[in-house]
């Protein structure tokens, strides 16, 4: 198998020779695991696993060298139904002018670890950083067809945690989820291949995520529907956003205090 066809069987769950390897490797001790193939990084066989390559990805530690390496030999990719997070700090350029350097990476390195400790128990891997926001992904080959609902409960620990007195430090960011469509695969060049998602719904999740208040989870409608979502709690909001022709109907799940009233709990049509 090859090209698309391969990617798409990766993707998805339904390769024969990922299922084997899953099916051996989970049967091994223990988490954390690489999220595609289920080998254990550590654990009493964790050792003798990195000798033959099933290590740490260096450019995202969710993956194993293995399974990376097995993709970048076929290089690209297809598309495929996934679900996404975004999730942004807001005024963190005022934040960086008022901290040293030094002081601003450690409080942006608290705020990518509450993402990805969040991403992470719901299975999830952070597909890129840029500056001070987080994208993360959930396919099919990560938990079958439930990532509509991983991503939204990952969404919602994380908002809950943010707007949390419990949670050191104060992080004024906002969280966006999404899913459809999309390509995910390897790109990039010889020696810095990356894999990530790429499409409008990635696009879209990182707008949802910006224009969320800080603490507020913004769901598309999408999401929303596909997680089986009991939408009676949440606020219902008709976004303008960047680079989008039309509206895009969301629930919001926000703190106390900047709920919309009544007249915006009408369903999104």
């Known amino acids: 198998m090859e090209g698309e066809d391969y990617w798409r069987a990766v993707l998805l769950g339904e390769d024969k020779a990922l299922k084997t390897m899953v099916r051996v490797l989970r049967s091994l001790p223990s988490a954390p695991r690489c999220k595609l193939c289920m080998a254990p990084f550590e654990g009493p066989v964790a050792p003798l696993l990195k000798v033959i390559g099933f290590r740490r990805w260096p450019l995202n530690q969710q993956m194993c060298r293995f399974c990376v390496t097995s993709m970048e030999k076929q290089r690209g990719g297809a598309e495929v139904p996934v679900s996404l997070l975004f999730a942004d700090v807001r005024g963190s350029t005022a934040l960086a002018e008022t901290l040293p ?6 409080t942006m390195d608290r705020f990518f ?9 719901e ?22 067809g439930d990532h509509a609902r991983h991503a ?11 707007r949390s007195s ?8 906002g969280v966006g989820v999404h899913t459809g469509v999309a390509y995910v695969g390897v790109v990039g060049e010889p020696g810095s291949y990356d894999f990530t998602v790429q499409g409008d719904v990635a696009n879209t999740t990182a707008r949802l995520g910006s224009a969320a208040a800080p ?3 913004v769901m598309s409608a999408a999401i929303a529907e596909e997680a089986g979502l009991d939408t009676g709690q949440l606020v219902h909001r008709r976004l303008d956003l960047k680079g989008k022709a039309d509206p895009v109907a969301v629930w919001v799940d926000a703190p106390r ?7 915006a709990r009408r369903p999104p049509t």
């Not at 350097?101 to 450690?106: A, S």
């Not at 670890?113 to 128990?121: G, N």
């Not at 205090?257 to 007249?263: F, M, V």
């Open 152 to 162: 939204v409960a990952a969404g919602k620990n994380l908002a809950a945690r943010l």
């Open 166 to 173: 419990d949670t050191p430090g104060f992080f004024p960011a």
């Open 215 to 217: 603490g507020e989870l």
């Open 257 to 263: 205090g900047l709920d919309d009233g009544p007249a």
């Open 113 to 121: 670890h509450l993402v990805a400790r969040a991403v992470d128990a």
């Open 123 to 144: 299975q999830g891997v952070i597909d890129h950083i840029v500056g001070d926001g987080v994208m993360a992904m959930w396919i099919p080959a990560f938990v079958g």
């Open 101 to 106: 350097p030094r002081d601003y990476v450690r």
